[in-house]
């Protein structure tokens, strides 16, 4: 009895100790995001990570800021951010040459490329031949032309008979309706939802279906390169509630959807529901997990940009993108 009674004794000790609270726990570390643009569904992983709990479960203070006017990029080189949104066409001239910025493209937001072209229905823009003669709105980007023509040249028509209109797009469904332009490229996961809202009938092809070189990541998270070196645990606690969040999101979208509504209430309601119906399938798709990116695809892109002699530097093999950091 009395050996029963000692250890009775030991294990409500133990019980007791194991229950006292630490006198000190370590502060979560401050981690800054930087966005590309205002809030959208891009984004939304980030938010639900952040809604969620799971930055704070991972010991991550995260705030989440707007873009400088010179993009996200310069704010994660400078240091001032550690991660942010970019994109693999437009981060190449800050990976490369004299000028070259230390950030790193770190996960895949959506898997594949669901840019592409869309139009008026029944004008016969639905495939890139059908753009002769027709205003297209271009931001006259080195990247976005040369795509452009490759597409229309390879389609059997002739680049130089598209009329190129300067873009001065805000919204789609108007210059479209209006007769401001004929064809805009588009992310359809936001503006193409948005025609459809709209009740706009458009014809749309997507680069990607014609020609599995314009299968590249868009958009990406980047970090800093250095940063990540010297951190490389706070990284992956990083991208690890980024997952979560995205996973989240997938599963939950109308939930989802209320979270980022509730930290960007100016977005239309209807608008972002069904713009995650679209992407969410997106976000893992064929991949191992979310955020993997494939080497040979992401070299494919580049190896292209060197042959239309986009870019005078050579781009090595793996150059700007990791996936050391994922779980």
């Known amino acids: 009895m ?25 502060e979560p570390e401050e981690v800054t995001f930087v966005l590309d643009w205002t809030p959208n569904t891009n984004h939304v992983g980030i938010y639900v990570a952040q809604e969620k709990g799971f930055f704070e479960e991972a010991g991550l203070s995260v705030s989440i800021v707007q873009p400088p006017d010179d ?97 001065t797009v805000t919204d789609e469904v108007s210059a479209l309706e209006s007769h401001q332009v004929d064809a805009i490229w588009i992310f359809y996961g936001w503006a193409g939802v948005a025609c459809e809202l709209a009740g706009l009938d458009t014809d749309y092809f997507s680069f990607m279906d014609i020609n599995p070189v314009f299968d590249y990541y868009t958009p990406v998270l980047i970090t800093n390169t250095d940063w990540a070196a010297e951190n490389p645990d706070t990284a992956k606690a990083f991208l690890e509630a980024a997952r979560k969040g995205y996973e989240y999101s997938l599963e939950n979208p109308d939930e989802a959807a209320e979270i980022l509504l509730e930290a960007a209430p100016e977005l ?34 580049y190896s292209w940009i060197t042959e239309k002699g986009l870019i005078e530097e050579e781009i090595p093999q793996d150059a700007g993108f990791t996936n050391d950091y994922l779980q």
Request: charged content about 20%.
């Open 2 to 26: 009395k050996k029963r009674v000692v250890v009775l004794l030991l294990a409500l000790t133990l019980s007791q100790q194991v229950c006292v609270p630490l006198v000190s726990a370590e």
């Open 71 to 167: 993009g996200a990029e310069v704010l994660v080189a400078s240091g001032k951010a550690q991660f942010g949104v970019s994109f693999q066409d437009s981060m190449l001239p800050a990976i490369v040459g004299e000028d070259a910025m230390p950030i790193t493209a770190c996960a895949a937001v959506l898997q594949h490329n669901t840019s592409g072209i869309i139009s008026r229905a029944g004008e016969g823009m639905d495939h890139p031949a059908g753009l002769e003669g027709k205003k297209y709105a271009t931001w006259e980007l080195p990247v976005e032309l040369a795509t452009l023509q490759q597409v229309v040249e390879d389609d059997g028509g002739d680049f130089s008979a598209v009329e190129l209109i300067p873009s």
């Open 268 to 301: 239309d309601p209807d608008l972002v529901k069904k713009s995650l119906e679209y992407l969410g399938p997106q976000f893992i798709a064929d991949a191992p997990s979310w955020g993997y990116i494939d080497a040979e695809r992401w070299n494919a892109f």
